[in-house]
């Protein structure tokens, strides 16, 4: 599976945007998706996992409440909606694909990756 990540962007604190992941070769409907970041000089971080069959979510910490992961099956794409953003959200964000739900946190995990999408939070 091919997977395009775009949407990101420079935005103030307290921001918003939303991430897109659009997949191909493969129908995201049977997939679990994640979404990592990683910061200059830091390694790369769970953000936010979705898993195909019951469509539960996971969230790191320091995102929850302010972040939502969502799929559009029809689509073929997974978002990952972000709200009142901090200048410490700033990243590259991954999106990603799993077969292995229980471990979704973990990066190794992951089978497929997209090319990330730099978000910028200024202060």
């Known amino acids: 599976v091919q997977l395009q990540a775009s949407g990101g962007g420079v935005v103030q604190a307290g921001g918003s945007l939303r991430l897109s992941c659009a997949a191909s070769?493969?129908?995201?409907?049977?997939?679990?998706m994640g979404w990592f970041r990683q910061a200059p000089g830091k390694e790369r971080e769970f953000v936010a996992a979705?898993?195909?069959?019951?469509?539960?979510?996971l969230y790191a910490n320091s995102v929850q409440g302010r972040f939502t992961i969502s799929r559009d099956n029809a689509k073929n794409t997974v978002y990952l909606h972000m709200n009142r953003l901090k200048p410490e959200d700033t990243a590259v964000y991954f999106c990603?694909?799993?077969?292995?739900?229980?471990?979704?946190?973990?990066?190794?995990?992951?089978?497929?990756w997209g090319q990330g999408t730099l978000v910028t939070v200024s202060s």
């Open positions: 979705t898993e195909w069959s019951r469509g539960t979510t």
């Open positions: 070769g493969r129908s995201l409907s049977s997939v679990d």
């Open positions: 990603g694909a799993t077969d292995r739900w229980r471990s979704a946190k973990f990066s190794s995990k992951y089978d497929y």
